[in-house]
């Protein structure tokens, strides 16, 4: 049974910084692309940082050069580190697991539970 778990969501100020994780089971995580997305209420789902199976990571225009995507193989689990964080980053952030490329896409597979981002001016 594929299970993905985010945590790390919170609170933060303007400029400030987090660290979403997504703990992957139930499946062979190394091959697999995995990505973030987010949802802000009101807009449709975006996504915000792919990696692939060799650690190729792709962004979002709004996330480059603040955002972070990494993987760790070995601990099946998938990062983001969020830096300069904006108000217009407020929303709730899903980590998606999809088995073949291309990476980059909307339809992932297999969802997690979300884990919330709030950003405060």
């Known amino acids: 049974q594929v299970q993905l778990v985010e945590s790390g969501g919170g609170s933060v100020q303007t400029r400030g910084s987090l660290r979403l994780s997504c703990a992957a089971s139930?499946?062979?995580?190394?091959?697999?692309?995995m990505a973030w997305f987010r949802q802000a209420p009101g807009k449709e789902r975006e996504g915000v940082a792919f990696s692939d199976r060799y650690d190729i990571t792709s962004y979002a225009d709004s996330v480059k050069g603040r955002f972070t995507v990494s993987r760790d193989n070995a601990k099946t689990t998938l990062y983001l580190q969020m830096n300069g964080l904006k108000p217009e980053d407020t929303a709730m952030f899903y980590c998606?697991?999809?088995?073949?490329?291309?990476?980059?896409?909307?339809?992932?597979?297999?969802w997690g539970q979300g884990t919330q981002v709030t950003v405060s001016s």
């Open positions: 998606a697991a999809h088995s073949f490329p291309p990476c980059q896409r909307s339809n992932y597979t297999y």
């Open positions: 139930g499946f062979y995580f190394s091959p697999y692309c």
